[in-house]
């Protein structure tokens, strides 16, 4: 059972949230599919029984009018797994319950309606809701067994529940297992796209898409937005004295100093070899060049042990704040690179605003 868990709580709740989205999108197409066995067992009933095909179509159209309001997406607020136990209870008790009424129905309906276990079980994997939703019909079953069939028979009736039970449960404990395997390697894959596997910060394109959403939101609701371009300075030099290893190190060290100073709204993307960029959403100007002097005066207080000696260096930092002259994100990134190179014109190690002027001023007047 462990190995069915995922290791991170916040996994389980998107791997959950998967599994609900897939459940929301086979639901309309589960109507139909119900209308079709409707008429299929309208035939069927038919077959058995002419005299009592009204009274049973007219239970089958109740419970699968009553089926149908799980699959009004969007109109009750239910969540996939109770959308689920109240489609599978109804349909299920429709043919339970019509089968009771027709000589040898639950009998010649049994074999359906255990197999039915085996559906659900691919539908919904997950062993607390699988059980959920077909816990009622199979109580049904037993207690119309009950009822109805002698006692030999519905012996044999309870012990097909109690054999198909455990049988559901165990494809419904595969089927979990495999679709947890797929949704951890489709987060690795996912984590490996969106993050640089050097440094640890996002890769250029998920910092891009991050960003693009974020401006465009800002601009919507005219909220303040503010970026930070880093780059090392003389990484060059620091490359050839302390070799590659350390350089990639101090690339590491940089991202771990920039996260101790952000935001947990803030987020940080490497765009470029020794080249970042920090994305402030919430942040005016005075904001954004105070959190960029603390990154530089933290990167500035590094000392990293390396064989040709101990290793410092400096960044040089371009801040600019969104403000109607950026028509998007590469006007505003724009901005921020022309304020870096500056920042390194004017000699390295110090952090330079953009202009135009802020839109969003902050208290200090920035
Ligand atoms: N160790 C390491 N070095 C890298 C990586 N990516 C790029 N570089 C190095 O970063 C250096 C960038 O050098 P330049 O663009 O000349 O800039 P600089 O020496 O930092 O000079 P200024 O930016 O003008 O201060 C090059 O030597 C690249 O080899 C990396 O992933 N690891």
Known sequence: MRRLLLPLPEMQAEFDAQVDRGIAHLLPVLGPVCGVFLVLFAAWDAWLDPAQVFLTL???????????LACAQGRLRWGASWRVAWLYATQAGAIIV??????????????????????????????????????????????????ELPLPL???TVLLLAFSWPLALGVALANLHLRRRAFVA????????????LSGALSRGYVTELAMHDVAL???????????????????????????????????????????????????????????VCVMPEAGAADAVACAERIRN??????LPAE??????????????????????????????????EAKRSGRNRT????????????DGY
Request: include cysteine.
């Open 58 to 68: 007219r239970i089958r159209v109740a419970m699968a009018l009553l089926g149908a």
């Open 98 to 147: 019509c089968s009771a009424l027709l000589p040898q129905g639950l009998l010649l309906a049994l074999p359906g309606i255990t197999g039915a276990l085996f559906l659900l079980a691919l539908v919904e994997p997950r062993p607390r809701r699988f059980a959920l939703a077909a816990l009622p019909p199979s109580l049904l079953l037993a207690v119309l067994a009950g009822l």
């Open 154 to 156: 519905f012996l044999d």
């Open 186 to 197: 489709e987060q690795a894959v996912l984590h490996a796209v969106r993050h640089d596997s």
């Open 218 to 276: 800002a601009q919507r609701h005219g909220r303040p937005l503010a970026v930070a371009m880093l780059d090392i300075d003389h990484f060059k030099r620091v490359n050839d004295t302390y070799g590659h290893a350390a350089g990639d190190r101090a690339l590491c060290a940089l991202v771990a100093a920039c996260r101790t100073r952000l935001r947990a709204s803030d987020y940080i993307g490497r765009i470029g070899g020794e080249e970042f």
């Open 298 to 303: 933290e990167v500035a207080k590094l000392c």
């Open 308 to 341: 040709a000696g101990p290793l410092r260096f400096t960044v040089s930092l371009g801040v600019a704040v969104l403000c109607p002259e950026h028509a998007g994100w590469a006007d505003l990134l724009r901005a921020a690179d022309a304020a870096m190179y």
């Open 352 to 363: 330079v605003l953009a202009h135009p002027a802020p839109v969003h001023p902050g208290p």
